[in-house]
């Protein structure tokens, strides 16, 4: 488990800005989406939709 941890970490280290900031303050700090996307400026369903593609594109990575 702390080996996938570690690689999830590196992972989102690797992400653009954006992408990062989504995964960090959504996931792991837990906040909504719905506050997110109003401090990022974005509709809620663009920064779902980003939300997702990026954890498709980190599971992808990850199963490799």
Same mark, same amino acid.
């Not at 506050?35 to 990850?62: F, Q, R, S, Y």
């Given at each position: ?12 280290? /690797? =992400?653009?800005?954006?992408? +990062? $900031?989504?995964? @960090? ?5 837990? *906040?909504?989406? &719905? ?8 509709? /809620? =369903?663009?920064?779902?939709? +980003? $939300?997702?593609? @990026? ?5 992808? *990575?990850?199963? &490799?």
């Amino acid at each position: 488990d702390k080996i996938l941890i570690e690689e999830i970490m590196k992972e989102i280290n /690797l =992400m653009d800005p954006e992408e +990062k $900031k989504i995964i @960090i303050e959504n996931i792991i700090e837990e *906040k909504s989406l &719905r506050k997110l996307a109003k401090e990022m400026k974005l509709p /809620l =369903m663009t920064l779902h939709g +980003k $939300k997702m593609k @990026i954890l498709k594109k980190l599971k992808d *990575k990850i199963n &490799r």
